[in-house]
């Protein structure tokens, strides 16, 4: 009898965080690795946010806490909707979870059944795919490319859209190529999808803050697309707490229902003193992490600058988030130092054995011929990271 289940055995691992973990092996046999693998700020988390889980801890908060979120976390992410997004949700439409990626491994286990589609415009979050098929969902992949600032059109969700069709997902700003999508770019997918009624969306606006345009739209913001949008969000990326392990949805009452059913089985609540703390962050302005969104700009347009003196590396200006998706296609079939470049995969691992930087090849976010550069690091670990790969590749 097989040890291992087939959905195990079935299940990639998270590229991001295999590279992670190659990195720091490499960095155990001394070698002096840059890691721009992960999505993962390198700020600390503000000193407002922290004091408040201190506080928490001093009020003896160390019990189960309700399996869908405090009530007062709850008020605070409906205030935050409505602040931020003009979405105007009840408390029995929001559900807090340990992270946003539990978030969307219960939208799935939720609506999911055996053969149902999910259309991904690629590039897509490396977990989407693996969490749908995990749920006996099948991933449609969406091919976008630079020409299009990685952004689905309007006609070809249409052409991808089949009688099989249960959800769209997709990230604005984008995971991994920074994209945002625009009021009116969403305005044309929504044009589509009033025609197809029964399709619902989950909208991953995690990176929502760090976005460089101004100005962040979400889809269920169109009348039409409220009751079958689950909007997904958190405070990992925004206010620096990866570690912490807070996500959220607004979604319809009866969706949010069954997620809270799910978790109940699951995990039950998250954490105690990281929800507290979270009550903090949502409560106060945006303008309080405002510093971190411009550091990353700068740092942003200081690595589009380095990485446009090197032949090969074809990328777009990403508008939020803090990744580059450059395409590097160019390198296929050649050798560098004696090795040939085959695909993505091949050129990210010649990176991190040769030039010592750590990146992720694209073949898990949809787009097999780009890899993808976080620049949540120093600017002097991203000059020195990137003068090393223009010398590994010269």
């Not at 912490?244 to 069954?258: L, S, T, V």
């Amino acid at each position: 009898m097989q040890l291992l289940s087939d959905r195990i055995l079935n299940m990639a691992t998270s590229a991001t965080l295999a590279m992670a973990a190659k990195a720091r092996e490499l960095r155990g046999e001394g070698k002096d690795i840059i890691g721009l693998s992960l999505g993962e700020p390198d700020f600390n988390t503000p000193d407002f946010i922290k004091e408040a889980a201190i506080q928490a801890i001093n009020e003896n908060y160390n019990s189960y806490t309700p399996v869908d979120g405090y009530v007062e976390l709850k008020q605070a992410i409906i205030t935050k909707f409505k602040r931020d997004n003009n979405l105007t949700y009840t408390l029995p439409q929001i559900v807090v979870s340990t992270g946003a990626k539990q978030c969307l491994a219960n939208v799935a286990a939720v609506m999911l059944n055996a053969g149902d589609e999910v259309i991904l415009p690629c590039p897509y979050w490396v977990s989407y795919a693996d969490i749908v098929k995990l749920n006996d969902g099948v991933p449609v992949e969406v091919k976008t490319s630079i020409k299009t600032d990685f952004k689905m059109t309007a006609d070809q969700l249409e052409a991808a859209i089949t009688p099989k069709t249960k959800m769209l997902w997709f990230s604005s700003p984008c995971n991994p190529s920074g994209s945002v999508y625009s009021k009116e770019e969403l305005r044309a997918l929504v044009n589509v999808l009033v025609k197809h009624p029964n399709i619902y969306v989950v909208s991953d606006e995690i990176y929502e803050h760090i976005n460089y345009v101004g100005g962040h739209a979400s889809i269920a913001e169109f009348s039409e697309m409220y009751d079958r949008t689950i909007t997904v969000n958190g405070v990992s990326k925004a206010f620096a707490m990866t570690g912490w392990r807070i996500g959220y949805i607004g979604a319809p009452e009866k969706i949010a229902r069954a997620c809270n059913k799910m978790q109940g089985q699951i995990t039950s609540g998250a954490n105690c003193i990281a929800q507290r703390a979270v009550i903090t962050a949502l409560n106060e302005s945006p303008t309080r992490v405002q510093y971190m969104i411009d550091e990353f700009k700068v740092r942003r347009d200081l690595i589009l600058s380095l990485l446009s003196d090197i032949e090969g590396f074809n990328t777009n200006t990403p508008e939020g988030a803090f990744y580059v998706f450059p395409n590097i296609s160019y390198f296929y079939g050649k050798t560098l130092r004696g090795r040939t470049i085959n695909n993505a995969s091949d050129f990210s691992m010649y990176l991190l054995e040769e030039a010592l930087v750590a990146t992720v090849d694209g073949e898990s976010f949809g787009n097999p011929d780009c890899i993808r550069i976080s620049y949540a690091a120093s600017q002097e670990q991203i000059i020195e990271a990137i003068k090393r790969i223009k010398e590994a590749v010269s």
